[in-house]
């Protein structure tokens, strides 16, 4: 090494390190949580009560808390799939999914039997084949207008449900998706749903009402 007219020239024949940033406390602990839901830590989890999913998370990942016996979530803004049977078999009681979710995924809250009051997502695009099916305590939903599908068996035995709205934008109703909901007094189904698939209002005893704004048969019923 050399120096010319104040410039210092030579040559480094070491190994040059660059160190990564050290993580903060919260992303390591986002890690962790996104780690321990892939590998279903959480399943069939009998003391873990409440959750609070950290902001950047964006999946709940397929059977993380199945079975386990949490009582309430909070979901971050990031959030944006709620992966097959992830909650299923909850003890939850009442949930908000935040607006940015586009799709409950399939069994998403199968048999979640103490579940009486579920605020579903503006921006919601897919309800996943038997998301709430089984859900016994279930009272009302308002299913929110940029759905367009709801799936097989998706609301099927939810035994408590009254009252349902469907949003004039969903165009198929899939086989029994509302199938043995026994409490439900009356439904209109909207004018685009060009699909509806068997017994969608199958074994709805109390079901007084029903409006159909196009041809239906008696298999729909």
Do not use: W
């Not at 998370?57 to 049977?85: H, K, L, N, Y």
């Not at 809250?109 to 709430?132: D, M, Q, S």
Request: aromatic share 6%.
């Amino acid at each position: 090494m050399s120096e010319r007219r104040g410039k210092t020239i030579g040559k480094y024949m070491g190994k040059v390190t660059i160190r990564k940033p050290v993580p903060t406390l919260a992303e390591m602990r986002r890690d962790i949580l996104i780690a321990a839901m892939r590998k279903g830590d959480f399943s069939r989890h009998y003391c873990l009560k409440k959750v609070l999913i950290p902001h950047g998370v964006t999946e709940v990942p397929a059977r993380a808390f199945a079975r386990s016996r949490i009582e309430s979530i909070v979901f971050p803004d990031s959030m944006r799939i709620i992966g097959e049977s992830a909650f299923r078999g909850c003890d939850l009681t009442s949930i908000t999914i935040c607006d940015n979710v586009l799709v409950i995924g399939r069994s998403a809250f199968y048999g979640c039997e103490n579940l009486t009051t579920v605020t579903l997502p503006r921006g919601l695009k897919h309800i996943g084949a038997y998301a709430f099916k089984g859900c016994k305590s279930l009272k009302s939903i308002i299913i929110p207008e940029g759905v367009k599908r709801i799936s097989l068996g998706a609301f099927r035995g939810c035994q408590s449900l009254t009252e349902i709205v469907i949003p004039d934008g969903v165009i198929k109703i899939g086989n029994n998706a509302f199938y043995g909901c026994s409490r439900l007094e009356s439904v209109v189904v909207p004018d685009a749903a060009k699909e509806i698939g068997k017994k969608v209002f199958g074994e709805c005893k109390s079901l007084s009402s029903i409006s159909v704004r196009h041809k239906a048969t008696k298999q729909h019923i």
